[in-house]
């Protein structure tokens, strides 16, 4: 203990350390376009650690990016290819199943990932500031992974049943680009509201499942009367999963209406998803 006789005062500072003071937004918060670009690294772990955690003590590992497509669509050949015997565009219904399952199952996934993105991780929301919406996003990417493996074994499919590849494999990017967006704009909001009504954990299996039926995966979206496509497009997997499908059957058509349909429908569906989202973001660390 020193002595009070030798206590010369407090020490000189020479430099005065940033200080970054927190605040919880009112109203609409816009985005902090700065703060994300510079929260990339932290993007690119959250990513590595959602995989990581997807594949952790499993048997197959990233073999279900494979294995879950590829059973559903020998399914859907014996229940919808040969029992219904329904239209499969020229194409073998297994090809024809499978290009609409590919990215069909990447986006099922992303999405029940991005809903309950902030529930599962709440112990990282808890302790630490960070710009949020890099859950659902770092979710909705990780999906990319299992996506790429699924159209390599998709062109392997391809190349056994004798269907040529063509040149307009690479527009895959682009719907892959839609289909991310799509899973990503209703994420933000069944995120935000997972936190608050934890009974929107229940609901996503329900909303994946009456999706699917509302997209052409099993049937094809021809059978739709011309009149009603634009309505129908507003399903922005409607317009991917037909782009997915024009990519490999010569004769099928570009589905321009459905894309410009469904890309409007995400667009506004993420602006109302980013403003719900932070609105609600000052409370996720107190009622998660």
Excluded at 21 to 35: C, K, Q, S
Excluded at 164 to 192: D, I, M, N, Q
Aim: aromatic share 12%.
């Amino acid at each position: 203990m020193t002595p009070a006789s030798d206590y010369l005062g407090p020490m000189p500072q020479t430099g005065t350390a940033p200080v970054t003071t927190i605040r919880p937004p009112r109203g609409w918060a816009p985005l902090d376009v700065r703060e994300y670009l510079g929260a990339h690294e932290l993007l690119y772990f959250l990513v590595l650690r959602n995989l990581k955690l997807r594949y952790k003590q499993t048997l197959l590992g990233a073999a279900w990016a494979v294995l879950q497509p590829l059973l559903t669509m020998a399914v859907f050949t014996v229940v919808f290819g040969r029992l219904a015997r329904l239209s499969s565009d020229g194409l073998p219904y297994e090809v024809f199943a499978l290009a609409a399952l590919v990215p069909w199952t990447y986006f099922a996934n992303a999405l029940a990932q991005a809903g309950n993105s902030l529930v599962d991780q709440q112990q990282l929301l808890t302790k630490i500031y960070f710009p949020r919406l890099l859950l659902p996003l770092a979710a909705v990417l990780a999906g990319l992974v299992d996506l790429a493996i699924s159209f390599v074994m998709l062109l392997v499919v391809l190349a056994w049943f004798g269907v040529e590849p063509s040149p307009r494999l690479v527009a895959a990017p682009a719907f892959a680009l839609l289909a991310t967006a799509a899973a990503f704009a209703p994420g933000l909001w069944l995120a935000a509201l997972n936190v608050r009504y934890r009974d929107v954990r229940y609901v996503i299996p329900f909303l994946v499942q009456i999706w699917l039926f509302a997209t052409p995966v099993a049937y094809s979206g021809s059978l739709v009367p011309e009149r009603w496509r634009p309505l129908y497009g507003l399903n922005p997997m409607v317009g991917v999963v037909d782009g997915f499908r024009w990519m490999i059957a010569p004769t099928a058509s570009f589905p321009a209406t459905e894309l410009a349909a469904g890309a409007l429908a995400v667009a506004l569906v993420l602006l109302a998803g980013l403003f719900v989202f932070r609105r609600m973001e000052q409370s996720f660390a107190d009622v998660v």
